[in-house]
Every structure is written in C-alpha cells, then in structure tokens.
C-alpha cells in the first residue's frame, strides 16, 4: 500500500505570492491533517480535513486554507506569503476521525522557504 | 488546554545501550491517545509506538516500549539496543477525540558508535 505523499517536495516563493501545496492520503483514509513545523514554534496544527469537510482548525491566520476533495486528496492554499511562513509544512492521513488514538501516517512533507 | 513536555533537548547513547526519552502531558480528558514519531534528517515523521490512556499494559514495538504512568501523566519512550539509525528527533504527542494532535519540542537523539 502507499504512503502518504506531499507534491511538491520543495518550493521557494517570494514574499506577497501565494501557494498550493498537494497531499494523498493512503488509499482508504478519508481525514488529512496538516502541520507546520518551524525551529521556532516547533510542530503546529493547521486544520484537519474528513470526508471534504473541516473538523477541526489550529490557531493560524485566514490566509491559511485547505480543501478536500472527493478522492479524499488535500489541498492547503497560503495566500500573501510572509518571511515566517518558511517552513516544512506535513501532512498526515488517517483511516477515521473522531477518536482518540487513531493513528496518523505522514508524508515526507513539503519544505517552503519564502524569500 | 492540552500540552505536551520534552524536557531533553538533546540526548547522547552509546550504540547498543538502553535510552530513556522523556514525555509529560497535560489533559484532563479521561480518553487520549498518546503517540511517540521519530523525525529523521529527511523531516518525514515514522510512527513508533502507541499507548491509548485505557491500555492497562506498557506498549511495546520491538525494540521501542513505552513506559506510561498515567498518575504521573508521563509517557516516556525506552529504546533498547540503540543502533546508529536510531539518530534522528523523537517527538511524543498525544490526541484527544479527534486527528488534532499536540507535539513536543522533540528530543534530537545521538548515537554514538
């Protein structure tokens, strides 16, 4: 079975431009969630998303955003891209939500470095 | 509010013993899951060991076990026979009800040969 996978792998942007980052999940899994790792603030939860609705939201400003699509496929959008969006941005797939121990599989994640 | 501790920032094993890595958590849900990733330089996240607050027994995965004292809220991850692939960031997190999972700072992990 495949892993999760994060497309694109790398990406360097300017500051003001906005991206879309692309996650699949494993085949079955219908939750993705999606993190921000930085040295500073560490492993960040951005927003969860089951069955191409958000069920969850971390503490991050409106230019953050995702979808889900029906193939359970993620997209995260960030639009007007600062200095401190630099970071290796993970996604996580899930077979359900709604429970406490469901297991996460991550991707490799995709690493943005905003200049 | 829920929070996960990493008091360790760095740790060194010799190749072949026995490392302890320190976890303390904070939540005041009855049911929660509590996880342990280990983070290599790549940055992908593997899964190690699980240990959901119900369990009456220590997880263990091999060479990975997971010491939980729930009184004490602490999920410490004991790995045995360290090997030189063992040198990455370990991570504890937990989650409730719920994919929204909560991290530590990590602990970067080294082994010696």
């Known amino acids: 079975k495949a892993g999760v996978t994060q497309t694109p792998r790398y990406l360097i942007k300017t500051r003001g431009q906005q991206v879309t980052l692309s996650c699949s999940p494993i085949?079955?899994?219908?939750?993705v969630s999606w993190y921000q790792q930085t040295p500073g603030q560490g492993l960040q939860f951005l927003f969860e998303y089951f069955s191409e609705t958000q069920r969850n939201k971390g503490n991050f400003p409106g230019r953050f955003s995702g979808r889900q699509f029906s193939n359970s496929r993620s997209e995260m959008n960030v639009s007007t891209l600062e200095l401190g969006d630099s970071a290796l941005y993970l996604c996580?797939?899930?077979?359900?939500?709604?429970?406490?121990?469901?297991?996460?599989?991550f991707g490799p994640g995709t690493r943005l470095t905003v200049l | 509010a829920q929070k996960i501790t990493q008091t360790q920032p760095g740790m060194f094993v010799q190749e072949k013993e026995a490392v302890t890595l320190d976890c303390t958590y904070d939540t005041s849900d009855p049911s929660y899951g509590l996880f342990w990733y280990k983070q290599p330089s790549s940055g992908e996240m593997i899964f190690l060991i699980y240990q959901g607050s119900y369990d009456q027994q220590n997880a263990t995965e091999g060479r990975y076990s997971l010491n939980f004292q729930k009184a004490r809220k602490s999920a410490n991850l004991v790995i045995s026979a360290s090997q030189l692939g063992d040198s990455a960031m370990y991570f504890c997190a937990m989650n409730r009800a719920g994919n929204q999972f909560y991290f530590g700072t990590g602990t970067s992990l080294t082994v010696i040969p």
């Open positions: 996580a797939s899930s077979y359900s939500s709604g429970r406490a121990g469901n297991e996460q599989f």
């Open positions: 085949s079955g899994h219908r939750s």
